[in-house]
């Protein structure tokens, strides 16, 4: 209205002149030029405002998007997308700045338009508050993130570092498998050697024949031969389960020398005979050979 006001005047001065045929006269063409100059600054004045309230709408749209971009960022950091919610962070930074920058360029706009409008004024201060408002938040929220993305990367080395623990636990557990399944192969090949015996079933012509025993004389009795024993000739078991041996005759005479009470000759219900051992420990203390003759 305060633009108004000259430019009625004008006319009506204007008018005036114009009843008294002065359309060319200087005054006239001043006051026009006047007139002219006041109708565009009201037009700018005007057009100056119009801008200031779509910068203002384009701001609380920003602001707007913010808010809704802050939930979905909560709910990334939440499901663990921290590199996916600092990129919405860095985007929303970028969206303060710039509308930070439009706030800043209307002020200086609206200052040298002359406006002193007090509502204008205060919705600019209210915006520029929000918008560090929310600058701070962001901030806040972008160091927490990248708090959470140390102590994930930190998990992380943990975890490999857990991980080739264990690989060399496994290493470690291999060989320990790998040298116990020797060892226990190297005991239970020195327990069968322990328990290992031999014994040779034959008449007493075939026990020469093999070496097993002496021929004997007229006063030398037939004995074990003391050139040594060839295993091959003998039948190889284990002393610990050979507790019975059938002798498929009825006289058998024991070369070999085994302590008395430690063993036992019986006959079967065929009358053919049986040595039972009685006492495995004792009967194999002198010799782990067992030489038998039979008839």
């Not at 200087?26 to 200031?52: I, P």
Request: some cysteine; overall charge negative.
């Amino acid at each position: 209205m305060r633009h108004n006001l000259p430019i009625i005047v004008l006319l009506a001065a204007l008018a005036f002149l114009g009843s008294c045929n002065v359309e060319r006269s200087e005054k006239y063409q001043v006051l026009l030029a006047e007139r002219d100059s006041l109708h565009t600054e009201a037009m700018a004045a005007k057009g100056g405002f119009d801008q200031a309230l779509n910068t203002i709408n384009e701001i609380e749209e920003a602001l707007e998007s913010v808010r809704a971009a802050e939930n979905i960022i909560m709910v990334d950091n939440q499901e663990g997308n921290t590199k996916k919610a600092v990129s919405q962070i860095n985007a929303i930074q970028q969206t303060l700045l710039e509308n930070r920058n439009k706030i800043n360029d209307l002020e200086k706009s609206l200052a040298e338009q002359g406006s002193k409008s007090k509502a204008l004024a205060q919705t600019l201060s209210r915006l520029k508050t929000q918008l560090e408002e929310k600058d701070d938040f962001i901030a806040s929220l972008k160091t927490e993130l990248q708090s959470s993305q140390e102590q994930i990367s930190e998990l992380h080395n943990q975890v490999a570092d857990l991980s080739d623990d264990i690989l060399t636990l496994n290493d470690n557990i291999e060989n320990l498998s790998i040298q116990n399944a020797a060892q226990q192969a190297t005991i239970q090949s020195q327990d069968a050697a322990l328990n290992s015996v031999w014994y040779c079933i034959a008449t007493t012509q075939v026990l020469k024949d093999k070496g097993i025993i002496t021929p004997g004389g007229l006063f030398k009795p037939k004995e074990l031969s003391k050139q040594g024993l060839d295993k091959t000739q003998f039948t190889m078991s284990d002393m610990r389960t050979l507790t019975s041996i059938p002798l498929n005759t009825k006289k058998a005479t024991l070369m070999s020398n085994h302590p008395e009470g430690s063993y036992e000759v019986v006959e079967n219900e065929d009358g053919a005979k049986v040595l039972n051992i009685l006492d495995i420990d004792t009967f194999w203390s002198v010799s782990h050979y067992l030489v038998i003759a039979i008839k």
